[in-house]
């Protein structure tokens, strides 16, 4: 497990701003458990355990953070933001947070409580009303405060340094699995500074055509395009790029044409990555270049998602999301072009927007660089 660790003052703030939110929809209380809700109000994330871990949010007076005494050491005490109330073995947590409740009758919960804990919950609150605490933590979340976007802006940094090594030919690809590859770039990843390795998609050939190809033991060879997609978690918050490179000599004029094309798409997106547009319109401008060029059959996801101390979150870059861009919205701009059977290729990038226009948190070379090893 791994969280951010911010100034008590972030999680101040990011109290203050969910309990306006609060009240501005007449709830009373919120009831944060497993997730990541928890760690953004509190800096703790909870190890999904069968042991009761919730925080107690009220609208007015202080929070608690009902805990398991044997988790309570692991927790990063922030003084004004929250304070502690450590169960026992013998004690029921249940009956502990429903008395920290108490009479509000406005009750929103998070989206990852177990289940049992809630329907144990529900009887020994018969007044309350539940909602769900996504509707009231969600769109802060989506706007990333400044202490998020350097965490982003890190390990974004950090992912282009492992393209870099992929670029330079650090990685040898040519005889390799795609296996062995992945578990290199891995390593890589965590050698740059990430706690967690989220993903390592690495896709050669006819295996590149599909866009959530596993790594497996298909050998790489040369002359083809190898689709590297990958990201981890670094103090909290996610990284997330994809770099294909080409082995061996140039690319054939049908894969440099279509990499023009993608390259393009992607450049769009970002641009309409910008205040005054929707989300779905970083999708429709990606999605025009690719459509314009005789491939829109072949670019078949969404263009981009959210990103934060999830992998994927809020907002999502597609179609029907008429959601307006906002400052702090972090996504990725990803289109991409499958042929089944034969090819595939995804560029992709992260992207805050600014009052100041979309800014790159990913550096690394857009080219599809030939790698000799
Ligand atoms: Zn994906
Ligand atoms: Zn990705
Ligand atoms: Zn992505």
């Not at 919950?121 to 018969?126: G, S």
């Not at 429709?284 to 072949?298: L, M, Q, S």
């Amino acid at each position: 497990m791994s969280s951010a660790s911010f100034s008590t003052d972030v999680y101040l703030d990011r109290l203050s701003r969910v309990r306006a939110a609060m009240e501005e929809r007449g709830v009373d209380v919120v009831l944060l458990s497993v997730g990541h809700d928890l760690p953004y109000v509190t800096g703790y994330l909870a190890m999904p355990l069968e042991r009761l871990t919730m925080l107690v949010l009220p609208l007015r007076g202080d929070a608690t953070m009902v805990i398991p005494r044997l988790e309570a050491p692991r927790v990063v005490e922030q003084p004004g933001a929250f304070g502690l109330l450590p169960w026992g073995e013998t004690e029921d947590p249940v009956e502990l947070v429903a008395k920290l409740v108490g009479g509000a009758q406005s009750v929103a919960v998070g989206d990852q409580m177990w289940a049992r804990f809630l329907v144990d919950l529900l009887p020994k609150l018969p007044s309350a009303r539940f909602s769900r605490a996504v509707d009231v933590v969600g769109p802060l979340r989506a706007r990333k405060d400044a202490a998020e976007v350097a965490a982003l802006t890190a390990a974004g940094a950090a992912a282009d340094r492992v393209a870099a090594q992929l670029h330079a030919g650090e990685i040898p690809l040519i005889g390799r699995t795609e296996a062995a590859v992945s578990a290199d770039i891995s390593a890589r990843l965590i050698a740059e500074g990430h706690d967690i390795v989220n993903f390592a998609i690495v896709a050669a050939g006819e295996n590149a055509a599909s866009p959530h190809h596993h790594a497996g033991d298909r050998v790489i060879m040369r002359d083809e395009v190898v689709l590297c997609d990958f990201g981890g978690t670094m103090n909290g918050y996610c990284s997330d790029i994809t770099r294909c490179v080409y082995t061996g000599s140039a690319p054939t004029t049908e894969i440099a044409d279509a990499y023009a094309v993608l390259h393009a798409s992607n450049a769009a997106g970002y641009e309409a990555g910008r205040i005054g547009n929707d989300c779905q319109d970083v999708d429709r401008a990606a999605r025009k270049v690719i459509d314009g060029a005789g491939f829109g059959d072949y670019f078949i996801h969404r263009t981009g998602h959210g990103i934060g101390m999830e992998a994927h979150e809020d907002p999502y870059m597609v179609e029907g999301n008429a959601q307006p861009l906002a400052a702090g919205h972090a996504f990725s701009v990803e289109p991409g072009i499958y042929l089944s059977g034969r090819w595939g290729m995804r560029l992709e990038d992260i992207v805050v927007a600014t009052d100041d226009g979309p800014v790159l948190l990913n550096h690394a070379d857009r080219s599809l660089v030939t790698v000799e090893a």
